[in-house]
């Protein structure tokens, strides 16, 4: 059992006991369970106990465009493929893009994700998460400018009240599984009165958060310099955006002076690797980020930009691509998974909840079965390696979150895979006919 908790502590024949959703007791290894009647025993001793990975920025609504644009960069990648891609979603093709993701994130262990919508159709997304079992922070895309793809904005009265409404609709619903996060795209998308209603909302909802990308590309960052005066993390800094409440995916070129106020104002940042390596926007300072002690978590962006939702691949390339830079030993493997696990908690505002296999939390476990990893090697030699540097979506045997199973043995235990993979390929095929 890999708890994840703040020592990092390995249990080895330990037992855990889940009443309702949460976790009750744990046993460690040599103590025996109590005597308990009435209660379903698993016999996990094949496998890893871990808690569930969590992904602090993916995007449902384009988990049907995989492959849909390739090899292009930032602003070419929106402006060409992606805006006129997601102008063209139905609500039918939205519940399936968002769905399809769902159960891609499940089998490959993510439990909990930070989800940027579109404009249109957020309710979908929603519904699709939630009727999945899944945990998520969600939030429509709010875009009142958009020189790149005019026909995807709307007004910037539009934007926010629909925010609103989302928000009063959905934070905290499916048994407080979904929450909110308002999500204005980028600041290139947005006016400074959508950005300064974004944050009167954010006033209003104190535990509601607040998500963006930012400092992704130079391309942008140049764009952002001549409107503003200034760069991305200023600029949202000015703006009162900033705090332990915001969550900014990439932050992939920042100088120091930004970095200071990253950790001056307690902001996270969502590095994803695959994304930022093949849309050719960089790599991240991250070791730079953790000696500030930026909280920095993992995700995967969106299909089309990476194109896996595989919490194992980010994993993986977090640690690699930093390596030729800063040298072998940056970035470990027992850092990384604390980045895949508590980090994301942490930066979601849930750490008392989930990201971590400790009395008292929520139920989000996931069993690995690692032997072919390990073999033959002895598994108690690193643990954290096999999970970060060898592991695959293949290794994972089930999923469990709020205590429920929601895939077992490698089935799912509430989804129709066939008929999800059926039904994204027809309103894919009903959506590409609609783009003009």
């Not at 025996?32 to 609504?61: K, M, W």
């Not at 998460?129 to 995807?152: H, Q």
């Not at 994803?272 to 930026?294: D, M, R, W």
């Amino acid at each position: 059992m890999i708890t994840a908790d703040a020592a990092d502590t390995i249990l080895t024949g330990a037992s855990v006991l889940i009443e309702s959703n949460r976790i009750s007791r744990i046993d460690s290894g040599g103590t025996p369970p109590p005597a308990l009647h009435g209660v379903e025993i698993i016999d996990a001793s094949p496998y890893v106990i871990i808690p569930g990975f969590i992904q602090t920025h993916v995007h449902l609504c384009q988990a049907m465009f995989r492959g849909c644009a390739d090899d292009l960069s930032l602003l070419d990648w929106l402006r060409q493929k992606i805006f006129p891609l997601e102008a063209a979603h139905s609500e039918s093709s939205m519940y399936c893009s968002a769905l399809i993701g769902v159960a891609e994130l499940i089998r490959s262990g993510t439990t909990t994700v930070l989800d940027m919508g579109s404009i249109h159709h957020e309710e979908e997304i929603i519904r699709a998460i939630g009727e999945s079992g899944m945990r998520a922070f969600v939030g429509k895309a709010m875009m009142d400018i958009n020189d790149l793809y005019p026909p995807l904005k709307e007004s910037t009265k539009d934007a926010l009240l629909t925010t609103h409404r989302l928000a009063e609709q959905w934070h905290g619903s499916f048994g407080e599984r979904i929450r909110y996060a308002a999500a204005p795209r980028f600041v290139l998308s947005c006016t400074d009165r959508l950005l300064a209603g974004t944050r009167e909302m954010l006033s209003g909802y104190p535990d509601i958060l607040f998500h963006t990308h930012a400092s992704e590309n130079t391309g942008e960052i140049r764009l952002v310099r001549d409107r503003t005066g200034m760069d991305n993390i200023f600029f949202l800094h000015k703006m009162g955006l900033l705090s332990h409440r915001a969550c900014l995916a990439h932050c992939v070129h920042l100088d120091d002076d930004e970095v200071g106020v990253l950790r001056s104002t307690g902001a996270h940042v969502a590095h994803c690797p695959s994304s930022n390596l093949k849309l050719g926007s960089g790599v991240a300072a991250i070791p730079k980020f953790i000696s500030q002690n930026i909280n920095v978590s993992l995700g995967a962006d969106g299909a089309p930009c990476n194109n896996n939702l595989n919490m194992f691949q980010e994993m993986r390339l977090a640690s690699l691509i930093q390596k030729p830079l800063i040298g072998a030993t940056a970035m470990d493997a027992k850092s990384i998974f604390a980045m895949a696990t508590r980090n994301g908690a942490k930066a979601l505002g849930i750490d008392h909840e989930v990201g971590s296999i400790e009395i008292g939390k929520k139920a989000d476990l996931v069993l690995l079965n690692l032997n072919n990893v390990w073999d033959p090697v002895n598994p108690l030699d690193n643990p954290y390696s096999a999970i970060v540097y060898s592991a695959m979506p293949e290794n994972v045997d089930s999923v469990m979150v709020d205590g429920r199973w929601l895939y077992r043995k490698k089935e799912f235990t509430g989804l129709d895979w066939q008929k999800i993979v059926r039904d994204s390929r027809l309103q894919m095929e009903r959506l590409l006919g609609r783009i003009q």
